[in-house]
């Protein structure tokens, strides 16, 4: 008998198996928020509010404008965003599907990573909207490269999404912890913000320089970093 | 190591030090006495550093071991290094206004050391909401891992922005030899914080578990025994 054959179909079966799983929970997130609409009205209506506002305030020229772009679109994102990572746990432990959640015949890793992947999906939601209305409002060429735009877009929320999962799920842990989420999230979250509005910037400028290759770079270093991270230190989080 | 024996050497070291900051220091010539604070800074601003370093170390180990030894050690050093974030920011400001003439500016060293101070203050503010002893270290434990390795990131983002804040000035020999002075006079004093406070902590913890060992009804009797006739 080939047992080494048998080993590899084993193997395959396992990650099918996981694959399946993390769809699943996927799925159960993605569909109940679809069916209660509980989170994302509010979280896409904080981001248009927050959009209008500063569009409102800014009475800028057209170069600050492109100037100052970058840096309100990825606070809007962020700060809107929160509002869906919070729920993300907190929703779970109010209505008593964590313990059932823990149960699952997966290790809790890919439960942050199904988790991770909602909450990525429900940031580029909101950039799905709030970049055409920026581009709308503030007659920005956001869109002027939509390949680097994606890139910087896909990074930044990886990269939020990472550290958000992590710490929004050891904060609803804590008593009134839904209050400490952002003040525990907004300070690590920094250089991915900070990138993310420089790319942003630099992604309207004529020529895409090494500038904008660099501040990818650190915004791939971040989310590297980050999802390793709390795929290993989410284990401690939810340990009990 | 019985801490209080250190205390008369660490004492006369931070008064050498600070005596040296006044006297010794010669005085800059376009910032005047202003610039005598930078000794200060400085050194609260590598305590600073080193605290956090310390908190994530003490912090991997107690996953590590799930020995709550190490926590006290977080504990003591995220305390002493809130301190010494908080004095950096303070320092630094008074510095500035003397210099810049402007309380703050968004320097990339200026926001790293407020993020630095933000990170611990939201360390012992989970902390502080937290009452199982190995409950507190292991979220703890968690959130500081993240910071140190979230603190490399910080600086190299901050940094890719032009700043002004000064990086290697040119130092007179003497204000050079006063600086390193103050760095490692007040290294010692938080290494001496760090023991008596970590000992505290040793002992709160210990008095804990000798109270839920002893009987209820046994406390009850102290307790009634405690009481005014």
């Known amino acids: 008998m080939?047992?080494?054959?048998?080993?590899?179909?084993?193997?395959?079966?396992?990650?099918?198996?996981?694959?399946?799983?993390?769809?699943?929970?996927?799925?159960?997130?993605?569909?109940?928020?679809?069916?209660a609409r509980r989170v994302w009205p509010a979280m896409l209506l904080l981001g248009i509010v927050v959009a209008l506002m500063f569009a409102v305030q800014m009475g800028l020229s057209p170069e600050q404008k492109q100037e100052t772009v970058g840096s309100l679109l990825?606070?809007?994102?962020?700060?809107?965003?929160?509002?869906?990572?919070?729920r993300s746990f907190v929703a779970e432990r109010e209505e008593g599907?964590?313990?059932?959640?823990?149960?699952?015949?997966?290790?809790p890793t890919a439960v942050y990573f199904a988790k991770l992947a909602v909450n990525a999906i429900a940031l580029a939601a909101i950039q799905c909207v709030l970049i055409p209305l920026f581009v709308a409002l503030s007659d920005v060429p956001l869109l002027e490269r939509p390949w680097a735009m994606l890139a910087v877009a896909v990074l930044g929320n990886v990269g939020i999404a990472a550290i958000g999962t992590l710490l929004s799920g050891l904060a609803a842990g804590i008593r009134h912890g839904a209050n400490l989420s952002v003040l525990l999230v907004l300070p690590l979250v920094i250089p991915v913000v900070l990138g993310a509005a420089e790319a942003t910037r630099l992604g309207m400028?004529?020529?895409?320089d090494a500038a904008w290759w660099r501040w990818c770079q650190l915004l791939g270093a971040f989310a590297v970093v980050f999802t390793t991270a709390g795929a290993v230190l989410f284990d401690f989080v939810v340990e009990d | 190591m019985h801490s209080r024996l250190w205390c008369i050497p660490v004492a006369a070291l931070v008064a050498a030090a600070i005596l040296a900051v006044c006297l010794v220091a010669p005085t800059e010539e376009t910032m005047g006495d202003a610039q005598r604070i930078v000794y200060i800074h400085v050194a609260m601003a590598w305590l600073a550093l080193v605290g956090f370093l310390i908190v994530g170390a003490a912090g991997a180990m107690y996953l590590?071991?799930?020995?709550?030894?190490?926590?006290?050690?977080?504990?003591?050093?995220?305390?002493?290094?809130?301190l010494c974030a908080s004095l950096t920011l303070a320092t630094g400001s008074l510095w500035a206004h003397a210099a810049w003439n402007?309380?703050?500016?968004?320097?990339?060293?200026?926001?790293?050391s407020f993020i630095l101070w933000?990170?611990?203050?939201?360390?012992?503010?989970?902390?502080?909401?937290?009452?199982?002893?190995?409950?507190?270290?292991?979220?703890g434990a968690v959130l500081a891992i993240v910071g140190v390795f979230d603190v490399p990131l910080?600086?190299?983002?901050?940094?890719?922005?032009?700043?002004?804040?000064?990086?290697?000035?040119?130092?007179?020999?003497?204000?050079?030899?006063?600086?390193?002075?103050?760095?490692?006079?007040?290294?010692?004093?938080?290494?001496?914080l760090l023991a008596i406070r970590r000992r505290q902590l040793r002992q709160e913890g210990l008095l804990a578990d000798l109270e839920r060992q002893t009987p209820l009804e046994d406390r009850y009797a102290k307790e009634r025994t405690c009481l005014p006739s």
Not at chain 1, 74 to 82: N, P
Not at chain 1, 97 to 107: I, Q
Not at chain 2, 118 to 134: F, I, K, M, N, T
Request: proline share 4%; aromatic share 16%.
């Open chain 1, 2 to 35: 080939d047992y080494g054959a048998r080993g590899a179909v084993g193997r395959h079966d396992k990650e099918r198996y996981v694959t399946a799983k993390l769809w699943w929970m996927m799925h159960k997130d993605l569909a109940s928020e679809w069916r």
């Open chain 1, 74 to 86: 990825w606070l809007a994102i962020f700060f809107a965003g929160m509002l869906a990572m919070d």
């Open chain 1, 97 to 107: 599907c964590w313990e059932g959640l823990l149960s699952y015949p997966v290790s």
């Open chain 1, 205 to 208: 400028e004529e020529t895409l």
């Open chain 2, 64 to 82: 590590r071991g799930r020995n709550l030894l190490w926590d006290h050690w977080a504990q003591a050093a995220a305390e002493l290094g809130w």
């Open chain 2, 102 to 112: 402007t309380w703050w500016t968004w320097d990339p060293r200026l926001l790293t």
């Open chain 2, 118 to 139: 933000a990170a611990y203050s939201g360390y012992l503010l989970v902390r502080g909401s937290l009452d199982d002893p190995h409950r507190r270290a292991r979220l």
């Open chain 2, 154 to 192: 910080v600086i190299m983002a901050t940094r890719w922005f032009r700043g002004m804040h000064p990086t290697s000035p040119g130092m007179d020999p003497t204000m050079r030899l006063v600086l390193w002075l103050s760095v490692f006079s007040f290294t010692g004093l938080f290494v001496l």
